[in-house]
């Protein structure tokens, strides 16, 4: 086993399967301790398990179980180094006769409350030493997505925090930045796996994904989105300046 990472401590949430179980199967190759954090109890438990780590259900819609899972941390292992907030769902539907005002607020709650609530439980223990924060957006962050506006929105949102807490928490030695991938192998494309596969696009593989973490990881820089698409490296985003303010005569 390789030791990069000995003696620091990561918290995963969504940890219990794809994405999630992947960062924390890599995580724990390079030495780090690490907390499950997942609504799903039997998975999460076995995953955690198969690492010799620590499982806390954690639904992220609720504030005080983020709060709590950072709890967790500090309680197992006595620090928290590295934070990947990555509980996600697909939302599946939009704003015509199919939408639904509960799933609205579920989803939103899961995808970027979950978000929020993660960076403000951990930001306490993270400021202690400094410490980096990964959170899982999506390409649909960085441009239109027709098949989920409203995942879009919300992974949109993501990206925008992010962005804006990068130069925000740099004082106090947090780096926070963001995985943007493309469709991946995970049970988020289940329903429309098939389409995308009849369709001829690449789907990207769950160690495609865990390795542009790693590369975050190990990047040293803070406000970043990293995008992960199929046949191409990972790398930051580069967003465009938006047009600048104009005076009267031009």
């Not at 301790?33 to 198969?50: I, K, L, M, N």
């Not at 709060?67 to 928290?80: M, P």
């Not at 202690?128 to 409203?150: C, E, F, Y």
């Not at 593989?205 to 990047?219: E, I, K, P, Q, T």
Request: net charge negative.
């Amino acid at each position: 086993m390789r030791v990069e990472f000995l003696g620091k401590v990561a918290l995963v949430t969504g940890g219990a399967n794809g994405i999630g179980a992947g960062v924390v199967r890599r995580l724990a190759s390079l030495g780090a301790s690490v907390v499950v954090a997942d609504v799903d109890v039997e998975g999460g438990t076995a995953v955690a398990g198969e690492v010799g780590g620590v499982f806390v259900a954690c639904d992220v819609r609720r504030s005080e179980a983020s709060d709590a899972a950072v709890a967790a941390c500090v309680s197992a292992f006595g620090r928290l180094d590295f934070v990947v907030l990555n509980a996600g769902v697909a939302t599946g539907f939009g704003l015509g006769d199919d939408f639904d005002a509960e799933r609205y607020r579920s989803v939103m709650g899961i995808n970027l409350d979950g978000v929020v609530y993660g960076v403000h439980a951990a930001l306490p223990e993270l400021r202690k030493r400094g410490g980096q924060i990964v959170v899982t957006a999506s390409m649909a962050g960085l441009m239109a997505m027709p098949l989920d506006p409203l995942y879009g929105a919300n992974k949109a949102a993501v990206v925008a925090l992010v962005r804006a807490l990068g130069p925000v928490l740099a004082p106090d030695g947090v780096a926070v930045n963001a995985v943007c991938p493309s469709f991946a192998d995970t049970a988020i494309i289940t329903g429309f796996k098939s389409f995308l596969e009849d369709s001829g696009m690449p789907i990207l593989s769950v160690d495609d994904v865990v390795d542009a973490y790693l590369a975050v990881l190990r990047g040293g820089e803070t406000g970043q989105c990293w995008y992960v698409q199929a046949g191409r490296p990972s790398e930051p985003f580069r967003f465009p300046n938006p047009p600048g303010p104009r005076v009267e005569e031009g």
